[in-house]
C-alpha cells in the first residue's frame, strides 16, 4: 500500500530554529536544563585533537551515549508541543527548544498526559538567561577555518550571524 497516514513534516529552515532556540534562551521546555548546539561540539572536538588531545568523545553525527555522551543528553531539538505525526502544526507557537532526551522520550506523545508523567520541574529563576547553547563557539570556529564547514554547517552559520528577527511568513511555517 505504501500510502501512509502521517501528515508531510515542512522542513524548518536553520533561521527559524535559530530564532526558536534563542527565544526560549537554549533552554528544553520539558526538563528546564540549558541545551547544547550539536555542530560545536564537533568543532570543539577537532580543536582539542588537533592540540594533541585523542578518543575524545564530544561528537558523533550519531549522538550516542557511548561516544558523544553531553549530546545523547542535551543536543538542542525542536519539538512540537502537538505532535507533528497527530497533526500538530509547524508555527512558532507549537514549536519550543528541548534537549535531545526529553524529545527522543517524549516523542508522538500527548504533551499534557506526558507532563502528568513527567512533572516539568519548576523554574528556580536561576535558569541561565544569557546561554547559547554554545553556539557562539560553532561561530568562532566557522570563521577560523571555513573551508572545512559542510554545506549544513555554512547555513547554521548564516543563520546565527542573521539578528534574530525573522519575516512573519517564516514564524507560519
Avoid at 73 to 78: G, Q, W, Y
Wanted: aromatic fraction near 10%.
Amino acid at each position: 500500500m505504501g500510502n501512509s497516514s502521517k501528515p508531510q513534516r515542512a522542513r524548518l529552515s536553520r533561521v527559524f530554529q535559530v530564532f526558536l532556540f534563542r527565544r526560549d534562551h537554549w533552554l528544553c521546555h520539558l526538563c528546564k536544563r540549558p541545551v547544547v548546539f550539536a555542530p560545536s561540539m564537533k568543532y570543539l572536538q577537532l580543536e582539542l585533537t588537533r592540540a594533541g588531545y585523542s578518543d575524545l568523545s564530544y561528537w558523533r553525527n550519531a549522538y550516542s551515549r557511548e561516544f558523544a555522551p553531553l549530546l545523547d543528553e542535551l543536543a538542542a531539538a525542536v519539538d512540537h508541543v502537538d505532535p507533528h505525526a497527530k497533526g500538530g502544526p509547524s508555527n512558532a507557537t507549537n514549536l519550543k527548544t528541548a534537549c535531545y532526551k526529553c524529545n527522543s522520550r517524549k516523542g508522538d506523545s500527548d504533551y499534557v498526559k506526558w507532563v502528568r508523567q513527567n512533572p516539568i520541574r519548576k523554574n528556580s529563576g536561576k535558569e541561565p538567561l544569557t546561554w547559547d547553547g554554545l553556539s557562539g563557539l560553532f561561530m568562532l570556529f566557522a570563521k577560523r577555518d571555513p573551508d572545512k564547514l559542510t554545506k549544513t554547517e555554512k547555513e547554521w552559520l548564516k543563520a546565527l550571524v542573521k539578528p534574530s528577527a525573522l519575516g512573519k511568513a517564516e514564524v507560519k511555517v
